[in-house]
């Protein structure tokens, strides 16, 4: 239990500063100090660490010995080219993994019913939890370890909610991402494995343009 309120802890923490950091609160090149956070959040620094830890994975800070953590600010070229690692990764995932078991498909339909429910309820949060459980069940699927391991070291928990934020700034809608799942899933279930990578290439392919330059 001590472990899951951690686990609970430091998500939302990771959360609040990604927000604060897009949105300016958090200025380039200022310092986000460990101890004034635990203290303003009521946690111990482990938490907090461990939230920091994240951003940095993702770009979004820096960290130096004796210098601290310090605000990097959203790169959306870095950004852009990550989900396009992220496709190819995916795209060779899904040739691995077919035929997928039918259990796996159940599985991944009841993500995408998930994240329909989350659109229709304007609940952004949850359409990410459910959306990133979908592709990360893709990913075990493969078998593929060390693509695992690359897909988790990239932190879509952050970059996820960056995403989400470009989409919202540029006035597009999820339902789109909800109804190119579901024709992936359908390609899946048919065994058609060139239309399931075209799928996953058309559903990158649109995350990838909210980071295209204004």
């Known amino acids: 239990m001590s472990a899951l309120k951690r686990t609970c802890m430091r998500d939302h923490i990771r959360d609040v500063l ?41 770009g979004l800070v820096t960290s130096e010995r004796y210098r601290g953590t ?31 078991a039918a259990d796996v498909l159940d599985e991944l339909e009841q993500h995408v019913r998930a994240m329909a429910r989350a659109v229709r309820a304007d609940d952004a949060e949850r359409y990410i939890d459910e959306a990133l459980s979908f592709h990360r069940r893709l990913m075990e699927a493969s078998g593929n370890r060390t693509f695992l391991s690359i897909w988790d070291s990239l932190h879509w928990n952050v970059r996820a909610r960056i995403a989400l934020r470009r989409f919202a700034q540029k006035g597009s809608g999820l339902k789109p991402l909800v109804e190119r799942h579901k024709a992936l899933c359908s ?24 980071f295209d330059p204004e």
């Open 187 to 210: 390609r899946l279930r048919a065994r058609d494995v060139s239309g399931a990578t075209d799928e996953v290439r058309r559903i990158f392919e649109r995350i990838a343009t909210v």
């Open 70 to 100: 310090r605000v990097r600010g959203a790169d959306y070229k870095e950004m852009r080219e990550s989900y396009e690692l992220r496709s190819m990764m995916e795209e060779r995932a899904v040739q691995l993994a077919a035929p997928l």
């Open 18 to 58: 990604v927000e604060r950091i897009l949105d300016g609160t958090y200025s380039a090149g200022a310092q986000l100090k460990e101890l004034a956070l635990a203290r303003e959040f009521s946690v111990s620094q482990a938490p907090i660490r461990e939230a920091l830890r994240e951003l940095e994975g993702s």
